[in-house]
Protein backbone atom coordinates (compact mmCIF):
# COMPACT_ATOMS: atom_id res chain seq x y z
CA UNK A 1 0.00 0.00 0.00
CA UNK A 2 1.81 3.48 -0.99
CA UNK A 3 1.42 6.13 1.73
CA UNK A 4 -0.01 9.54 0.56
CA UNK A 5 1.82 11.63 -0.47
CA UNK A 6 1.96 15.71 0.44
CA UNK A 7 3.11 18.75 -1.10
CA UNK A 8 4.40 21.73 0.19
CA UNK A 9 3.96 24.96 -1.80
CA UNK A 10 4.31 28.69 -1.71
CA UNK A 11 5.69 31.74 -3.04
CA UNK A 12 9.92 31.61 -2.29
CA UNK A 13 10.69 32.79 0.69
CA UNK A 14 7.76 32.24 2.99
CA UNK A 15 9.61 29.35 4.79
CA UNK A 16 8.35 26.46 3.43
CA UNK A 17 11.93 24.86 3.88
CA UNK A 18 12.00 25.37 7.33
CA UNK A 19 8.49 23.75 7.95
CA UNK A 20 8.91 20.58 5.81
CA UNK A 21 12.44 20.73 7.62
CA UNK A 22 10.70 20.91 11.47
CA UNK A 23 7.88 18.24 10.65
CA UNK A 24 10.38 16.23 9.33
CA UNK A 25 11.74 16.71 12.78
CA UNK A 26 14.44 14.30 13.37
CA UNK A 27 14.09 12.31 10.46
CA UNK A 28 16.08 15.13 8.13
CA UNK A 29 18.75 14.80 10.57
CA UNK A 30 19.45 11.03 10.01
CA UNK A 31 19.74 11.63 5.67
CA UNK A 32 23.21 12.32 6.20
CA UNK A 33 23.23 8.19 7.64
CA UNK A 34 21.65 7.34 4.38
CA UNK A 35 23.57 6.19 1.51
CA UNK A 36 23.01 7.41 -1.92
CA UNK A 37 20.57 10.60 -0.67
CA UNK A 38 21.87 13.53 -0.16
CA UNK A 39 21.52 15.98 2.08
CA UNK A 40 19.32 18.17 0.59
CA UNK A 41 16.38 15.29 0.19
CA UNK A 42 13.35 17.08 -0.78
CA UNK A 43 11.01 14.18 0.76
CA UNK A 44 10.86 12.99 4.13
CA UNK A 45 8.60 10.40 5.46
CA UNK A 46 6.49 11.69 8.64
CA UNK A 47 3.93 9.91 11.06
CA UNK A 48 1.23 11.46 12.56
CA UNK A 49 -0.78 9.93 15.16
CA UNK A 50 -1.32 6.39 13.24
CA UNK A 51 -0.77 8.14 9.50
CA UNK A 52 2.06 7.85 7.91
CA UNK A 53 2.49 10.07 4.37
CA UNK A 54 5.35 11.58 2.29
CA UNK A 55 6.35 14.77 2.54
CA UNK A 56 7.59 16.68 -1.26
CA UNK A 57 9.21 20.10 -0.76
CA UNK A 58 9.24 22.21 -4.00
CA UNK A 59 10.81 25.61 -5.30
CA UNK A 60 8.94 28.85 -4.72
CA UNK A 61 5.94 29.53 -7.40
CA UNK A 62 6.10 32.93 -8.81
CA UNK A 63 3.83 33.16 -11.00
CA UNK A 64 4.46 35.34 -13.80
CA UNK A 65 8.28 35.74 -12.96
CA UNK A 66 9.71 35.54 -16.77
CA UNK A 67 13.27 34.75 -15.22
CA UNK A 68 14.53 31.58 -15.85
CA UNK A 69 15.14 29.60 -13.00
CA UNK A 70 11.76 30.89 -11.89
CA UNK A 71 9.80 29.72 -14.33
CA UNK A 72 11.60 26.66 -14.07
CA UNK A 73 10.81 26.31 -10.41
CA UNK A 74 7.14 26.44 -11.01
CA UNK A 75 7.33 23.87 -13.74
CA UNK A 76 8.49 21.63 -10.97
CA UNK A 77 5.96 22.97 -8.29
CA UNK A 78 3.49 21.59 -10.64
CA UNK A 79 4.38 17.98 -10.87
CA UNK A 80 4.58 18.70 -7.07
CA UNK A 81 1.05 19.58 -7.01
CA UNK A 82 -0.03 16.99 -9.95
CA UNK A 83 1.75 14.40 -7.56
CA UNK A 84 0.17 15.30 -4.51
CA UNK A 85 -2.94 14.03 -2.74
CA UNK A 86 -2.86 17.20 -0.10
CA UNK A 87 -1.18 20.44 -0.88
CA UNK A 88 -0.07 22.58 2.38
CA UNK A 89 -0.17 26.13 0.91
CA UNK A 90 2.18 28.39 2.76
CA UNK A 91 1.86 32.28 2.88
CA UNK A 92 3.99 34.38 4.87
CA UNK A 93 1.94 36.83 7.73
CA UNK A 94 4.80 39.25 8.10
CA UNK A 95 4.47 39.71 4.41
CA UNK A 96 0.91 40.22 4.80
CA UNK A 97 -1.41 38.68 1.70
CA UNK A 98 0.00 39.61 -1.60
CA UNK A 99 -1.06 39.57 -5.13
CA UNK A 100 1.40 36.83 -6.27
CA UNK A 101 -0.69 34.80 -3.01
CA UNK A 102 -3.67 34.93 -4.81
CA UNK A 103 -2.20 33.86 -8.24
CA UNK A 104 -1.28 30.83 -6.57
CA UNK A 105 -4.28 30.43 -4.88
CA UNK A 106 -5.83 29.90 -8.53
CA UNK A 107 -3.70 27.42 -9.64
CA UNK A 108 -4.10 25.09 -6.68
CA UNK A 109 -7.61 25.61 -6.89
CA UNK A 110 -7.88 24.34 -10.48
CA UNK A 111 -5.54 21.27 -9.56
CA UNK A 112 -8.86 20.07 -7.58
CA UNK A 113 -6.96 18.77 -4.77
CA UNK A 114 -7.26 19.51 -1.15
CA UNK A 115 -5.25 22.06 -0.05
CA UNK A 116 -4.38 23.17 3.75
CA UNK A 117 -3.85 26.74 3.87
CA UNK A 118 -0.43 27.39 6.44
CA UNK A 119 0.13 30.95 7.65
CA UNK A 120 3.73 30.95 8.82
CA UNK A 121 5.79 33.01 10.91
CA UNK A 122 3.23 33.50 13.69
CA UNK A 123 5.26 32.99 16.48
CA UNK A 124 2.96 34.91 19.05
CA UNK A 125 -0.77 34.38 18.10
CA UNK A 126 -1.73 37.08 20.26
CA UNK A 127 -0.22 39.50 18.36
CA UNK A 128 -0.57 38.21 14.87
CA UNK A 129 -4.17 36.61 14.93
CA UNK A 130 -5.49 39.51 13.34
CA UNK A 131 -3.42 39.54 10.77
CA UNK A 132 -3.49 35.66 10.03
CA UNK A 133 -7.23 36.24 9.49
CA UNK A 134 -6.43 38.45 6.34
CA UNK A 135 -5.60 35.49 4.92
CA UNK A 136 -9.50 33.77 4.42
CA UNK A 137 -9.68 36.20 1.37
CA UNK A 138 -7.53 33.86 -0.59
CA UNK A 139 -10.78 31.72 -0.96
CA UNK A 140 -9.34 28.34 -0.05
CA UNK A 141 -10.69 27.87 3.81
CA UNK A 142 -9.67 28.21 7.05
CA UNK A 143 -5.76 29.84 7.60
CA UNK A 144 -3.71 27.74 10.11
CA UNK A 145 -1.25 29.68 11.62
CA UNK A 146 1.76 27.96 12.62
CA UNK A 147 5.77 29.23 13.03
CA UNK A 148 8.09 26.77 11.56
CA UNK A 149 10.91 28.10 13.51
CA UNK A 150 9.19 28.05 16.60
CA UNK A 151 7.74 24.91 15.88
CA UNK A 152 3.74 26.14 16.81
CA UNK A 153 0.64 25.43 15.73
CA UNK A 154 1.65 21.87 14.12
CA UNK A 155 -1.33 19.82 15.81
CA UNK A 156 -3.77 21.57 14.24
CA UNK A 157 -2.07 22.12 10.86
CA UNK A 158 -1.18 18.13 10.53
CA UNK A 159 -4.60 17.03 11.81
CA UNK A 160 -6.21 18.91 9.10
CA UNK A 161 -3.77 17.15 6.48
CA UNK A 162 -4.43 13.73 7.61
CA UNK A 163 -8.36 14.68 7.57
CA UNK A 164 -8.02 14.61 3.86
CA UNK A 165 -6.38 11.07 3.32
CA UNK A 166 -8.78 8.58 2.07
CA UNK A 167 -9.66 5.86 4.27
CA UNK A 168 -9.69 3.06 1.39
CA UNK A 169 -6.74 1.99 -0.39
CA UNK A 170 -8.29 -1.75 -0.42
CA UNK A 171 -8.04 -1.63 -3.94
CA UNK A 172 -4.11 -1.88 -3.81
CA UNK A 173 -4.27 -4.18 -1.38
CA UNK A 174 -6.03 -6.47 -3.03
CA UNK A 175 -3.51 -6.05 -6.05
CA UNK A 176 -1.29 -9.26 -5.43
CA UNK A 177 0.73 -8.71 -8.98
CA UNK A 178 4.10 -7.96 -7.94
CA UNK A 179 4.66 -4.21 -8.91
CA UNK A 180 7.69 -3.27 -10.57
CA UNK A 181 9.09 0.08 -11.09
CA UNK A 182 11.78 1.19 -14.19
CA UNK A 183 13.84 4.22 -12.34
CA UNK A 184 16.70 5.87 -13.54
CA UNK A 185 17.75 9.44 -14.51
CA UNK A 186 16.68 10.96 -18.05
CA UNK A 187 17.98 9.35 -20.93
CA UNK A 188 19.47 5.79 -19.54
CA UNK A 189 16.70 3.80 -22.22
CA UNK A 190 14.26 3.56 -19.17
CA UNK A 191 11.44 3.09 -22.12
CA UNK A 192 13.36 1.20 -24.81
CA UNK A 193 12.85 -1.38 -21.82
CA UNK A 194 9.59 -1.26 -21.09
CA UNK A 195 9.04 -1.38 -24.47
CA UNK A 196 11.66 -4.17 -25.18
CA UNK A 197 9.92 -6.16 -22.56
CA UNK A 198 6.39 -5.61 -24.07
CA UNK A 199 7.50 -6.15 -27.39
CA UNK A 200 9.39 -9.12 -26.91
CA UNK A 201 6.41 -10.91 -24.83
CA UNK A 202 3.79 -9.59 -26.67
CA UNK A 203 0.86 -10.61 -24.09
CA UNK A 204 0.33 -6.76 -22.63
CA UNK A 205 -3.31 -7.46 -21.26
CA UNK A 206 -4.31 -3.83 -21.05
CA UNK A 207 -2.68 -0.21 -20.83
CA UNK A 208 -4.09 1.53 -17.74
CA UNK A 209 -2.75 5.21 -18.06
CA UNK A 210 -1.56 5.65 -14.14
CA UNK A 211 -3.99 4.95 -12.14
CA UNK A 212 -1.34 7.07 -10.03
CA UNK A 213 0.35 10.15 -10.38
CA UNK A 214 2.61 10.06 -13.21
CA UNK A 215 3.50 7.19 -13.95
CA UNK A 216 1.86 4.49 -16.60
CA UNK A 217 1.22 0.82 -15.12
CA UNK A 218 1.10 -1.76 -17.43
CA UNK A 219 0.54 -5.35 -17.01
CA UNK A 220 2.31 -7.80 -18.37
CA UNK A 221 2.66 -11.45 -18.31
CA UNK A 222 5.82 -13.66 -18.33
CA UNK A 223 6.30 -17.77 -17.77
CA UNK A 224 2.09 -17.59 -16.94
CA UNK A 225 2.54 -15.16 -14.22
CA UNK A 226 0.80 -11.45 -14.82
CA UNK A 227 3.60 -8.44 -13.64
CA UNK A 228 2.29 -4.85 -13.43
CA UNK A 229 5.06 -2.11 -14.98
CA UNK A 230 5.40 1.22 -13.08
CA UNK A 231 7.01 3.16 -16.02
CA UNK A 232 8.64 6.68 -15.04
CA UNK A 233 10.28 7.39 -18.19
CA UNK A 234 8.03 10.59 -18.59
CA UNK A 235 10.67 12.35 -16.74
CA UNK A 236 12.52 14.35 -19.82
CA UNK A 237 15.29 17.11 -19.94
CA UNK A 238 13.02 19.84 -20.18
CA UNK A 239 15.57 22.79 -18.97
CA UNK A 240 18.94 23.16 -19.38
CA UNK A 241 18.92 23.89 -15.81
CA UNK A 242 20.61 20.16 -14.76
CA UNK A 243 20.88 20.35 -11.19
CA UNK A 244 17.55 21.45 -10.43
CA UNK A 245 16.03 18.96 -12.81
CA UNK A 246 17.77 16.21 -11.10
CA UNK A 247 16.91 17.57 -7.69
CA UNK A 248 12.91 17.71 -8.88
CA UNK A 249 12.57 14.30 -10.77
CA UNK A 250 13.37 12.74 -7.40
CA UNK A 251 9.72 13.80 -6.75
CA UNK A 252 8.11 11.09 -9.64
CA UNK A 253 10.64 8.55 -8.62
CA UNK A 254 9.76 8.46 -5.06
CA UNK A 255 5.85 7.98 -5.83
CA UNK A 256 7.01 5.21 -8.22
CA UNK A 257 9.52 3.49 -5.69
CA UNK A 258 6.73 3.81 -2.96
CA UNK A 259 4.10 1.33 -4.96
CA UNK A 260 6.62 -0.84 -6.17
CA UNK A 261 7.29 -4.12 -4.86
CA UNK A 262 10.87 -4.28 -6.97
CA UNK A 263 12.66 -1.42 -8.05
CA UNK A 264 14.99 -1.49 -11.17
CA UNK A 265 17.23 1.23 -11.09
CA UNK A 266 18.66 1.39 -14.99
CA UNK A 267 22.48 2.83 -15.34
CA UNK A 268 24.07 3.62 -18.83
CA UNK A 269 26.54 1.77 -19.32
CA UNK A 270 28.39 4.45 -20.45
CA UNK A 271 28.50 6.68 -17.90
CA UNK A 272 29.01 4.19 -15.17
CA UNK A 273 27.40 5.01 -12.07
CA UNK A 274 26.21 8.58 -11.05
CA UNK A 275 25.49 10.53 -8.18
CA UNK A 276 21.81 10.74 -9.77
CA UNK A 277 21.82 6.59 -9.96
CA UNK A 278 23.42 6.69 -6.21
CA UNK A 279 20.63 9.12 -5.00
CA UNK A 280 17.65 6.44 -7.09
CA UNK A 281 18.80 3.58 -5.47
CA UNK A 282 19.16 5.03 -2.37
CA UNK A 283 15.49 6.18 -2.30
CA UNK A 284 14.50 2.57 -2.86
CA UNK A 285 17.35 1.13 -0.36
CA UNK A 286 15.76 3.76 2.00
CA UNK A 287 12.09 1.94 1.40
CA UNK A 288 13.35 -1.58 1.82
CA UNK A 289 12.55 -2.28 -1.70
CA UNK A 290 14.07 -5.06 -3.72
CA UNK A 291 16.33 -3.84 -5.89
CA UNK A 292 17.38 -4.63 -9.52
CA UNK A 293 20.41 -2.57 -10.73
CA UNK A 294 19.96 -2.93 -14.09
CA UNK A 295 23.26 -1.62 -16.55
CA UNK A 296 21.97 -0.81 -20.13
CA UNK A 297 23.77 -0.01 -23.63
CA UNK A 298 26.02 -2.99 -22.58
CA UNK A 299 26.31 -3.53 -26.31
CA UNK A 300 28.18 -0.59 -26.87
CA UNK A 301 30.57 -1.24 -24.34
CA UNK A 302 34.51 -2.68 -25.66
CA UNK A 303 34.77 -6.09 -23.55
CA UNK A 304 37.54 -8.70 -22.98
CA UNK A 305 36.95 -11.28 -20.36
CA UNK A 306 37.51 -8.94 -17.32
CA UNK A 307 34.91 -6.13 -18.46
CA UNK A 308 32.06 -7.78 -16.70
CA UNK A 309 34.07 -8.25 -13.18
CA UNK A 310 35.66 -4.84 -13.36
CA UNK A 311 32.33 -3.22 -13.99
CA UNK A 312 30.37 -5.09 -11.31
CA UNK A 313 33.57 -4.38 -8.37
CA UNK A 314 32.88 -0.78 -9.65
CA UNK A 315 29.18 -0.56 -9.10
CA UNK A 316 29.76 -2.65 -5.71
CA UNK A 317 32.22 0.09 -4.31
CA UNK A 318 30.24 3.33 -5.69
CA UNK A 319 26.53 1.55 -4.22
CA UNK A 320 28.73 -0.14 -1.25
CA UNK A 321 25.23 0.05 0.66
CA UNK A 322 23.43 -2.10 -1.94
CA UNK A 323 25.88 -5.20 -1.41
CA UNK A 324 22.48 -7.19 -1.67
CA UNK A 325 21.49 -5.95 -4.73
CA UNK A 326 21.27 -8.13 -8.02
CA UNK A 327 23.15 -6.53 -10.71
CA UNK A 328 22.49 -7.48 -14.89
CA UNK A 329 23.62 -6.56 -17.82
CA UNK A 330 21.47 -5.80 -20.65
CA UNK A 331 20.69 -4.09 -23.87
CA UNK A 332 17.31 -2.77 -24.53
CA UNK A 333 18.47 -1.80 -28.39
CA UNK A 334 19.37 -5.53 -29.37
CA UNK A 335 17.46 -7.59 -26.65
CA UNK A 336 20.24 -9.00 -25.24
CA UNK A 337 19.26 -10.36 -21.94
CA UNK A 338 15.89 -7.99 -21.83
CA UNK A 339 13.94 -11.63 -20.47
CA UNK A 340 16.49 -12.19 -18.07
CA UNK A 341 15.15 -9.10 -15.95
CA UNK A 342 12.09 -11.30 -15.17
CA UNK A 343 13.93 -14.23 -13.57
CA UNK A 344 15.81 -11.97 -11.91
CA UNK A 345 13.47 -10.17 -10.49
CA UNK A 346 11.34 -13.21 -9.41
CA UNK A 347 14.29 -13.92 -7.52
CA UNK A 348 13.78 -10.96 -5.77
CA UNK A 349 10.39 -11.52 -5.15
CA UNK A 350 10.46 -14.15 -3.56
CA UNK A 351 13.41 -13.21 -1.16
CA UNK A 352 11.20 -10.33 0.29
CA UNK A 353 8.75 -12.62 1.40
CA UNK A 354 11.06 -15.39 2.43
CA UNK A 355 10.13 -16.39 6.21
CA UNK A 356 12.69 -18.01 8.29
CA UNK A 357 11.30 -19.94 11.19
CA UNK A 358 12.83 -18.09 14.78
CA UNK A 359 14.29 -21.61 15.97
CA UNK A 360 16.44 -21.66 12.90
CA UNK A 361 17.10 -18.14 13.48
CA UNK A 362 18.49 -18.13 16.52
CA UNK A 363 20.48 -20.96 15.91
CA UNK A 364 22.43 -18.62 13.72
CA UNK A 365 22.47 -16.16 16.33
CA UNK A 366 23.80 -18.12 18.63
CA UNK A 367 26.35 -19.91 16.66
CA UNK A 368 27.55 -16.11 15.52
CA UNK A 369 28.02 -14.64 18.84
CA UNK A 370 30.38 -17.82 19.81
CA UNK A 371 32.08 -16.78 16.68
CA UNK A 372 32.64 -13.16 17.61
CA UNK A 373 31.72 -12.25 20.95
CA UNK A 374 29.10 -9.67 21.35
CA UNK A 375 30.64 -5.77 22.36
CA UNK A 376 31.10 -4.70 25.91
CA UNK A 377 31.19 -0.79 26.99
CA UNK A 378 32.32 0.16 30.67
CA UNK A 379 32.70 -3.33 31.73
CA UNK A 380 29.01 -4.39 30.58
CA UNK A 381 28.87 -6.66 27.66
CA UNK A 382 25.78 -6.89 25.22
CA UNK A 383 23.89 -9.93 25.43
CA UNK A 384 21.53 -11.04 22.30
CA UNK A 385 18.51 -13.32 23.90
CA UNK A 386 16.36 -13.72 21.24
CA UNK A 387 15.42 -13.19 17.67
CA UNK A 388 12.21 -13.47 15.55
CA UNK A 389 11.23 -12.60 12.32
CA UNK A 390 8.07 -9.83 12.38
CA UNK A 391 7.32 -8.93 8.67
CA UNK A 392 8.32 -9.53 4.98
CA UNK A 393 8.55 -6.79 2.07
CA UNK A 394 11.47 -6.24 2.89
CA UNK A 395 12.35 -9.44 5.59
CA UNK A 396 11.98 -7.59 8.80
CA UNK A 397 13.78 -9.05 12.08
CA UNK A 398 13.72 -8.18 16.24
CA UNK A 399 16.44 -8.90 18.22
CA UNK A 400 16.05 -9.02 22.12
CA UNK A 401 19.12 -8.03 24.11
CA UNK A 402 20.03 -6.22 27.31
CA UNK A 403 21.40 -2.49 26.42
CA UNK A 404 20.34 -1.37 23.01
CA UNK A 405 23.12 1.50 23.36
CA UNK A 406 25.51 -1.69 23.34
CA UNK A 407 23.99 -3.02 20.13
CA UNK A 408 26.12 -1.13 17.64
CA UNK A 409 25.71 -0.76 14.12
CA UNK A 410 28.49 -2.80 12.62
CA UNK A 411 27.47 -5.74 15.57
CA UNK A 412 24.05 -5.41 13.94
CA UNK A 413 25.45 -5.82 10.31
CA UNK A 414 27.69 -8.87 11.56
CA UNK A 415 24.23 -10.50 12.42
CA UNK A 416 22.96 -9.27 9.21
CA UNK A 417 25.64 -11.21 7.04
CA UNK A 418 25.09 -14.44 8.53
CA UNK A 419 22.14 -14.64 7.91
CA UNK A 420 22.04 -13.69 4.47
CA UNK A 421 25.15 -16.21 4.24
CA UNK A 422 22.87 -19.03 5.53
CA UNK A 423 19.48 -17.70 3.35
CA UNK A 424 21.08 -15.60 0.64
CA UNK A 425 18.24 -12.92 0.92
CA UNK A 426 19.43 -11.63 -2.59
CA UNK A 427 17.95 -8.34 -3.95
CA UNK A 428 15.93 -7.64 -1.14
CA UNK A 429 17.53 -5.07 2.34
CA UNK A 430 17.17 -6.68 5.50
CA UNK A 431 15.62 -4.59 8.57
CA UNK A 432 16.38 -5.05 12.06
CA UNK A 433 14.65 -3.59 15.55
CA UNK A 434 16.24 -3.89 18.25
CA UNK A 435 14.23 -4.24 21.46
CA UNK A 436 15.39 -3.89 25.20
CA UNK A 437 14.58 -6.60 27.48
CA UNK A 438 15.55 -6.76 31.29
CA UNK A 439 17.91 -9.82 32.56
CA UNK A 440 15.86 -11.66 35.03
Avoid at 61 to 67: G, R, T, V
Avoid at 219 to 239: C, M
Avoid at 316 to 324: C, D, G, K, V, W
Amino acid sequence: MSRPVVAIVGRPNVGKSTLFNALAGERISIVKDTPGVTRDRIYAEVTWLDKQFTMIDTGGIEPESKDMMLTYMREQAQIAIDTADVIVFVTDVRQGLVDADGKVADILRRSGKPVVLAVNKVDSFEKFMADVYEFYNLGIGEPFPVSAASMLGFGDLLDEVVGHFKGGETEEEEDARPKIAIVGKPNVGKSSIVNKLLGENRVIVSDIAGTTRDAVDTPVVFNGKEYVLIDTAGLRRRSKIKEELERFSIIRTVTAVERADVVVVVIDAGEGVTEQDAKIAGIAHDRGKGIVIAVNKWDSIEKDDKTIYKYTAKIREILSFLPYAQILFLSAKTGQRITKLFEVVEVVIQNQNLRIATGVLNEIMTEATALQQPPSDKGKRLKLYYITQVSVKPPTFVIFVNDKELMHYSYTRYIENKIREAFGFSGTSLKFIIRERKEG
